[in-house]
C-alpha cells in the first residue's frame, strides 16, 4: 500500500470552512478505484492546520491519483487556501488497511 500523510497549514479565515472547500476533491479521491482511505482531520495542537491519511492499493493507484482531473483541479484551487506549502509523507507500507493496535483493547469488549 502507497501511505501518504499531508500536513496543510490552512489561511485562518478558510480553516472552519476547509471541510467544504476540499469536498469535491474528497469526494473524487475516495470514489477512485485504487483508493482504499482518504480522511480529514484538525490538529489538535492548531485550528488551521488540516491533515489527510490516505492509502492508495498500490504505484499504479497512486499515479491515477495525481493524474486524475479532481487532483490537478485540487492543485490549482487550493493555493488560496493554504498558508504555507503543505508537508508531506509518502511511503510503502505493507498491507491494505490499518491493523488492530496490540497495546490497547476496550474493556467491556
Do not use: C
Not at 490499518?98 to 497495546?103: P, T, Y
Request: proline share 7%; hydrophobic share 45%; glycine share 4%.
Amino acid at each position: 500500500m502507497i501511505f501518504i500523510v499531508v500536513k496543510f497549514p490552512v489561511l485562518p479565515e478558510k480553516s472552519d470552512d476547509w471541510l467544504s472547500i476540499v469536498a469535491d476533491f474528497t469526494a473524487g479521491v475516495r470514489a477512485e478505484p485504487g483508493n482504499l482511505f482518504f480522511d480529514w482531520s484538525r490538529s489538535a495542537d492548531d485550528p488551521n492546520e488540516w491533515v489527510v491519511v490516505e492509502g492508495y492499493r498500490d504505484q499504479e493507484a497512486a499515479v491515477a491519483h495525481v493524474s486524475s482531473a479532481h487532483f490537478k483541479t485540487a492543485m490549482a484551487t487550493l493555493p488560496d487556501a493554504i498558508s504555507a506549502t503543505p508537508r508531506i509523507i509518502n511511503t510503502q507500507v505493507p498491507g491494505e488497511d490499518f491493523g488492530d493496535m496490540a497495546e490497547l483493547k476496550p474493556r467491556n469488549a
